[in-house]
T-cell receptor, first 114, second 115 residues
Framework: AQSVTQLDSHVSVSEGTPVLLRCNYSSSYSPSLFWYVQHPNKGLQLLLKYTSAATLVKGINGFEAEFKKSETSFHLTKPSAHMSDAAEYFCVVREDTNAGKSTFGDGTTLTVKP | ETGVTQTPRHLVMGMTNKKSLKCEQHLGHNAMYWYKQSAKKPLELMFVYSLEERVENNSVPSRFSPECPNSSHLFLHLHTLQPEDSALYLC??????????????FGPGTRLTVL
């Protein structure tokens, strides 16, 4: 069985300050992990993915995430927030043995203040 | 068109209507998905098709009927819906290689309102 917990439903930062969105997962197998972003009235866009290669994963728009097996975490970070980063972010875990079934977190809404 | 497209983008229907949502992927993928996204709820997987065969059906009511005529097209046929079915319906696609499902690419969604 697999599950994912996004520890914060809302995060608010000032423009130019660092962003940290937290995600913990559980999985019976070596999982693949993803972060997606969803802007209002849009579909989900893939930010980055971890699939058992390098544990520090770089994505689009300056985001990166680090896979920490000992902590079962996959937190998303960005050194400097931009106003356009305001959106909802989803952490996703997937076990390849389960017909591609992905489990989505509840989402974290990121607000960026000017 | 590139990526995953969905039509219509917005749909308002009565409870006795019959309508269909359409999804088309231009990525050469061989798996397609329907998700339901309701306010204040996690994303819910509804159906998965791999190589045009339904491999996942997540206890979805029979008033939702999927159809996958080929690997590029996916439909969701709707009939006698309820107001609680109002939501954003998202389509996604991915590549399946050797039984391994790669990351999903999403369409923009259809915003459905049931009156």
């Amino acid at each position: 069985a697999q599950s994912v917990t996004q520890l914060d439903s809302h995060v608010s930062v000032s423009e130019g300050t660092p962003v940290l969105l937290r995600c913990n997962y559980s999985s019976s197998y070596s999982p693949s992990l993803f972060w997606y972003v969803q802007h209002p009235n849009k579909g989900l866009q893939l930010l980055l993915k971890y699939t058992s290669a390098a544990t520090l994963v770089k994505g689009i728009n300056g985001f990166e995430a680090e896979f920490k097996k000992s902590e079962t975490s996959f937190h998303l970070t960005k050194p400097s927030a931009h106003m356009s980063d305001a959106a909802e972010y989803f952490c996703v875990v997937r076990e390849d043995t389960n017909a591609g079934k992905s489990t989505f977190g509840d989402g974290t809404t990121l607000t960026v203040k000017p | 068109e590139t990526g995953v497209t969905q039509t219509p983008r917005h749909l308002v229907m009565g409870m006795t209507n019959k309508k269909s949502l359409k999804c088309e992927q231009h990525l050469g993928h061989n798996a397609m998905y329907w998700y339901k996204q309701s306010a204040k709820k996690p994303l819910e997987l509804m159906f998965v098709y791999s190589l045009e065969e339904r491999v996942e059906n997540n206890s979805v009511p029979s008033r939702f009927s999927p159809e996958c005529p080929n690997s590029s097209h996916l439909f969701l046929h709707l009939h006698t819906l309820q107001p609680e079915d109002s939501a954003l319906y998202l389509c996604a696609s991915s590549q399946v290689l050797g039984g391994r499902y790669n990351e999903q690419f999403f369409g923009p969604g259809t915003r459905l309102t049931v009156l």
